[in-house]
């Protein structure tokens, strides 16, 4: 796109982050989801990925989503409702959690099911810690929405705490093990939730996905 096109990409993002995004349920199983009447993002990734820092960040609200040094504390589906036009979906994390394996046993299932049988999923939203690429976890997820072709985009987080040139060999890495998988979006985001980096774009793809805004 040129540079005008970009420039109204953006400030779509823009425009539906700067109306407040409000938690609407923790869902423990697929019959206590709300109705699939709105289209939907969610975001995937291993515990302590950051996903509610980056859920914060993203939606301009300090502790919308619950942030915490404990990997797994998200152990439901929690919904974000943002402007009636998109829902959010904080996924519990995958890889870790201090829970017993019953009940690692259920997110997970509740986590697969959600993903392979949403109506109204636009896409995947899948975290991956800079620092480190990829985990077989991850590995396993992706395998898993190509062969159920729900798209998902990946997005790097954490950005600020590698050099440039690291940077630069994740961002490569990333590419090539995308390259040749059938659901996955060809754009990688990346992201800092302390510098804000990225934001932006993020909320523009998330607008791109969202119902039309008919206010005058």
């Given at each position: 796109?040129n540079?005008?096109?970009?420039?109204?990409?953006?400030?779509?993002?823009?425009?539906?982050?700067?109306?407040?995004v409000?938690?609407?349920?923790s869902?423990?199983?697929?019959d206590?989801?709300?109705?699939?009447?709105?289209?939907?993002?969610?975001f995937?990734?291993?515990s302590?990925?950051?996903?509610s820092?980056?859920?914060?960040?993203?939606?301009?609200?300090?502790?919308?989503?619950?942030?915490?040094?404990?990997?797994?504390?998200?152990?439901?589906?929690n919904?974000f409702n943002?402007?009636?036009?998109?829902?959010?979906?904080?996924?519990?994390?995958?890889?870790?959690?201090?829970?017993?394996?019953?009940?690692?046993?259920?997110?997970?299932?509740?986590?697969?099911?959600?993903?392979?049988?949403?109506?109204?999923?636009?896409?995947?939203?899948?975290?991956?810690?800079?620092?480190?690429?990829?985990?077989?976890g991850?590995?396993?997820?992706?395998?898993m929405?190509?062969?159920?072709?729900?798209?998902?985009?990946?997005?790097?987080?954490?950005?600020?705490?590698?050099?440039?040139?690291?940077?630069?060999?994740?961002?490569?890495?990333?590419?090539?093990?995308?390259?040749?998988?059938?659901?996955?979006?060809?754009?990688?985001?990346?992201?800092?939730s302390?510098k804000?980096?990225?934001?932006?774009?993020?909320?523009?793809?998330?607008?791109?996905?969202?119902?039309p805004d008919?206010?005058?």
């Amino acid at each position: 796109m040129n540079e005008a096109e970009y420039t109204d990409y953006l400030e779509t993002g823009r425009v539906l982050f700067a109306r407040p995004v409000e938690f609407m349920l923790s869902a423990v199983s697929l019959d206590t989801l709300p109705p699939a009447d709105l289209n939907e993002v969610c975001f995937a990734g291993r515990s302590n990925v950051g996903k509610s820092s980056l859920i914060n960040a993203l939606t301009n609200q300090n502790g919308l989503a619950r942030a915490s040094n404990t990997p797994g504390r998200t152990r439901e589906l929690n919904y974000f409702n943002a402007d009636d036009r998109i829902r959010l979906v904080d996924l519990p994390g995958y890889g870790y959690a201090r829970a017993s394996k019953t009940d690692i046993a259920r997110w997970t299932k509740l986590t697969r099911e959600y993903l392979t049988g949403r109506a109204g999923l636009r896409r995947v939203f899948l975290l991956i810690d800079s620092r480190h690429g990829f985990k077989p976890g991850d590995i396993d997820i992706m395998a898993m929405l190509d062969e159920t072709a729900v798209t998902y985009q990946i997005v790097l987080t954490k950005i600020d705490k590698i050099k440039q040139a690291e940077l630069a060999k994740v961002l490569s890495k990333t590419q090539k093990a995308i390259a040749r998988r059938p659901a996955a979006h060809p754009e990688i985001i990346q992201t800092s939730s302390v510098k804000k980096t990225g934001l932006d774009v993020l909320q523009a793809e998330i607008a791109t996905l969202a119902l039309p805004d008919h206010r005058v």
